[in-house]
Every structure is written in C-alpha cells, then in structure tokens.
C-alpha cells in the first residue's frame, strides 16, 4: 500500500467544519483512499473512501485533487463526538489481498 | 445485526500462560482480520483470512501467536505462552471481502494484560 502523511493532531471548534488533510503522493492509478476513525477505547469505524471523484454520505465528505496526491476529509458541522484519531489510508480493493495497513493518523480534538 | 462479536472484553494472565481470544464475524462476511493495538507500535495487522484460509500472516510476531478459522463464523487467535510485551489490545475485524466496498467492520476489542 502507498503511504500517507496526516498531520499528528488539529483543533477544530464545536459546529466549525473540521478539515483534515491526507498526502499519498505515492498512490497508484487502483488504490483508492479510506478514511477510518477511532474514537477512546473503541475499534476503527469506517467513514468514507474514493478513488478519484468527490464522495459525500452521511458522515463525511472527501474531496480528492485531481492528481490523486492529496485527499481531505471534511466533517461538515464537528461535534464533541467527533473527537477521535482519524486514519487516512490508500489501498487496492477489488482484490483478494483487502488487507489495511493503519498510520499514526490524525488526533482531531474537538472543542466546546 | 450484533456486529463483531470478541470474548473475553478484558483478560488479565500471568507471563507463561496460554491464551485464547475469540471473534465471531458478521454473518455473510468471508474476510477476517485480526489487529493488535499498543501505544507503541499503532494498530498492527496480525493476520488475516479469506474464505477460512489464512492469505497473510505476516504480522503474526513470532511462533508463540497462532491463528485458525475453522468455520465461517469463528475464529481463535492464540498466544502460547504468554510474555508481558503481548500485553495490548486485540482487534477482530470482518468484511465483504472483494464483493463488498472493502470496509472492514471492527469488533470491540479485548484487552490483554499478562502480568
């Protein structure tokens, strides 16, 4: 899997929009980008993925460059509950090696 | 659906014990993963299975860890023996696989202390 560069940790202030930034300068042309959260003491949650156009659901919307080398992840309204370490990852899917490998992430801190 | 299923949630051992950590998939994924988490190294991928076959196991640090599949919805992820540096948390994940979006639905983790 390409590696990606996450800032260790950002602030963001309750109800602003939390835009967390992702490099994969290295991604290849069938690697999408996932993004996963792990809130305290929980297991990762999947939010959102993409391969090269914008992608929007209910938690999240990603905005991809369009030469694939960088990604952000954008939380519209943050709340408290954001609060979590925030991993972006590149990956081939539609493959039988589905395998993750999770960086250090981002420690996004939310505050009221 | 209950989600991924992990027992024990906690477990507390002694340094040369055995130990067994159990994961029960969401019905109708063929994929399982199993990760260990320390403040050290991050979130590690130990190993992980395919339609019941192990495809990497990689991750798996040294002989003492084993891990078997031997059905669709369970799998066991052994340490024998038991070390203090084993001490972490133990993820189960489970997805689609190569049917699904690649997202991997992660289990609520047990935590191992081995004293």
């Known amino acids: 899997d390409a590696k990606t560069t996450q800032p260790p940790s950002m602030d963001c202030a309750e109800g602003r929009a939390a835009n967390l930034p992702c490099n994969h300068s290295t991604i290849s042309g069938n690697e999408y980008v996932y993004w996963y959260r792990q809130i305290h003491s929980q297991g990762p949650q999947y939010i959102i993925h993409?391969?090269?156009n914008n992608e929007t659901n209910e938690m999240a919307s990603l905005i991809i460059t369009e030469d694939r080398k960088s990604s952000t992840l954008i939380l519209p309204h943050a709340t408290l509950r954001d609060t979590a370490v925030y991993y972006c990852?590149?990956?081939?899917?539609?493959?039988?090696?589905?395998?993750?490998?999770f960086g250090k992430g981002t420690r996004l801190h939310i505050l009221p | 659906d209950a989600g991924v299923i992990q027992s024990p949630r906690h477990e507390v051992t002694e340094m040369g014990q055995e130990v067994t950590l159990r994961c029960k998939p969401i019905?109708?994924?063929?994929?399982l993963f199993w990760y260990r988490q320390t403040m050290m190294r991050g979130l590690e991928l130990l190993i992980y299975f395919n339609n019941n076959v192990p495809i990497d196991d990689s991750g798996m640090p040294e002989d003492r860890f084993s891990a078997k599949m031997p059905n669709a919805s369970f799998s066991t992820l052994k340490i024998q023996p038991s070390e203090p540096r084993d001490s972490a948390v133990y993820f189960c994940a489970s997805s689609r696989g190569t049917s699904g979006k690649g997202e991997q639905f992660f289990g609520p983790g047990t935590r191992l202390t081995v004293l």
């Open positions: 990852i590149v990956r081939v899917t539609m493959n039988r090696d589905d395998k993750i490998i």
């Open positions: 993409g391969l090269k």
């Open positions: 019905s109708g994924h063929n994929s």
